[in-house]
C-alpha cells in the first residue's frame, strides 16, 4: 500500500520566516509533485521532480524552492514566508508507465499552513 | 481559459439520484484522463481512469469524448458517501514520462437524505 507522508498537518509561522515542508513516499517512485490547494482555485502545481536532484517548475513557483537529495524525499521550502502563502500544501508522488506516459498520483494528508 | 474547466457546483441531489458531471480540457494533445476524488478535508485519491471507450466501475460511469474534449462522470443510485468534490484530471502529454497532470477546480457534490 503507497503511503505519502507530510511532516505536519498544521504549521503556524510568521511573516518573513523560512519554512520547510517535508514529504516522504515509500514506493520508490521517480516522480514527486508539491501543489497548493485553495478555495476556488483547485490544485495549482508549485514544482515537481522527476528524479533525485532534479527539479522543474510548475505553475507557480514563485516564493519557493525544492529540494530532493535523496529518491524518497522531497522538500518544499519558503525562503521567507508571506500570508499570501498561507494555504493547503500538498505532496504527492507517482512512478511513470512507459504504455501511458501517466501513472496515478498519490498524495499525501496534507499540510494547513497559516502564516500570520 | 483554464486548461481544464468543470463546473463548481454545489450538486445537491436526494440519495438514490442520478447524478452527471462534465469537465472540458483545452489542449488537444491530451492523452490520459482519470477522475479524483477528494472528501471534505482530505488529500485526492485515484476514483478511476477515462478511457476512449467508456468504461464503468460498479455505479460510476466515466466517458470521454475526444471531437468535443469533453469528460463526464456520471453516478447511479446516489449514496450518502458518494459525498465529495470531484476532480477532472488531464495528462497533457507535454512532459514525458514526469507524469504531470493537470487538474479542474473540482465539482462538489452533497447527497441528501
Known amino acids: 500500500d503507497v503511503k505519502v507522508t507530510q511532516s505536519s498537518r498544521y504549521l503556524v509561522k510568521r511573516t518573513g520566516e523560512k519554512v520547510f515542508l517535508e514529504c516522504v513516499q515509500d514506493m520508490d517512485h521517480e516522480n514527486m509533485f508539491w501543489y497548493r490547494q485553495d478555495p476556488g482555485l483547485g490544485l495549482r502545481l508549485i514544482y515537481f521532480s522527476y528524479d533525485v536532484k532534479m527539479k522543474e517548475k510548475g505553475d507557480i513557483p514563485e516564493g519557493y524552492s525544492v529540494s530532493r537529495e535523496k529518491k524518497e524525499r522531497f522538500s518544499l521550502i519558503l525562503e521567507s514566508a508571506s500570508t499570501n502563502q498561507t494555504s493547503m500544501y500538498l505532496c504527492?508522488?507517482?512512478?511513470?508507465?512507459?504504455?501511458?506516459?501517466?501513472?496515478?498520483?498519490?498524495f499525501g494528508p496534507g499540510t494547513r499552513l497559516t502564516v500570520l | 481559459r483554464k486548461e481544464v474547466e468543470q463546473d463548481p457546483g454545489p450538486f445537491n441531489v436526494p440519495e438514490g439520484a442520478t447524478v452527471a458531471f462534465n469537465c472540458t480540457y483545452s489542449?488537444?494533445?491530451?492523452?490520459?484522463f482519470f477522475w479524483y476524488r477528494q472528501d471534505c478535508r482530505k488529500e485526492p485519491k485515484l476514483l478511476m481512469s477515462v478511457y476512449s471507450s467508456g468504461n464503468e466501475d460498479g455505479r460510476f460511469t466515466a466517458q470521454l469524448n475526444r471531437a468535443s474534449q469533453y469528460i463526464s462522470l456520471l453516478i447511479r443510485d446516489s449514496k450518502l458517501s458518494d459525498s465529495a468534490t470531484y476532480l477532472c484530471v488531464v495528462n497533457n502529454g507535454l512532459h514525458g514520462n514526469t507524469g504531470k497532470l493537470i487538474f479542474g477546480q473540482g465539482t462538489t457534490l452533497q447527497v441528501k437524505p
Open positions: 489542449n488537444s494533445a491530451s492523452q490520459s
Open positions: 504527492a508522488s507517482s512512478s511513470p508507465q512507459l504504455a501511458t506516459l501517466t501513472d496515478t498520483q498519490y
